[in-house]
């Protein structure tokens, strides 16, 4: 079966740099997304690698690769406001239309 | 500009009891989930769709079972409620991969809280 693991947290201070990173264990899928989730309410999608290599949405980079089964989120300048869940979702895995999340991260964001 | 709605948002039922979860969307999605996800914990998926008419299994079906008879809905039904189905759900919808545009994006519902007694 399908697999994608993540750290489980995460802290950091405001204004600083953190990776979040996402190891799989499928094949063939489509692309890997992320999610942010603040406590209550639903995830929202932040970004989505479909190729090798990196994706840059504001703040917020995501990277890709398939050749070492790994993927990460950057996120930059950090506020408090991003203090959340983050998920990674493969879309596709194993020749199926499923798309399955990972174990997810909680980053928390210190003044 | 409804997205995805999801009805009820909350319910308490008691173990044995049965129910019904309606997640409608109005963005003429043909791929459409449903996931649980319990306290702490990340998104699993329940049972999934590709279009009207047709559902698949996900990672967590059992003691579950879904309905794709209009391509706007699909239902998630609780024959004999557990304790162990107390979760949160949420339902999304997305385009096909291979549709275009696709930036693997997923629209979810605000989630229904469930607690089996």
């Known amino acids: 079966g399908q697999s994608l693991e993540q750290p489980s947290e995460v802290t950091a201070v405001e204004g600083a740099i953190v990776q979040i990173n996402c190891t799989y264990q499928t094949s063939g899928f489509y692309g890997l997304s992320w999610y942010q989730q603040h406590d209550g309410g639903a995830p929202t999608f932040l970004s989505y690698?479909?190729?090798?290599g990196l994706e840059e949405t504001g703040r917020f980079s995501s990277f890709l690769s398939r050749s070492d089964s790994y993927g990460y989120l950057l996120l930059q300048e950090l506020q408090m406001k991003d203090s959340a869940s983050y998920f990674c979702a493969v879309r596709g895995g194993d020749n199926t239309d499923k798309l399955i999340f990972g174990t997810g991260t909680r980053l928390q964001v210190f003044p | 500009n409804a997205g995805v709605t999801q009805t009820p948002k909350f319910r308490v039922l008691k173990t044995g009891q049965s129910m019904t979860l309606l997640c409608a969307q109005d963005m003429n999605h043909e791929y459409m989930y449903w996931y649980r996800q319990d306290p702490g914990m990340g998104l699993r998926l329940i049972h999934y769709?590709?279009?009207?008419?047709?559902?698949a299994k996900g990672e967590v079906p059992d003691g579950y079972n879904v309905s794709r008879l209009k391509k706007q809905n699909f239902l998630l039904g609780l024959e004999s409620a557990a304790p162990s189905q107390t979760s949160v759900y949420f339902c999304a919808s997305t385009i096909p991969p291979t549709q275009g545009e696709n930036t693997g994006e997923l629209f979810f519902g605000e989630g229904s809280r469930l607690t089996v007694l």
């Open positions: 690698n479909g190729l090798d």
């Open positions: 769709s590709v279009g009207e008419g047709t559902t």
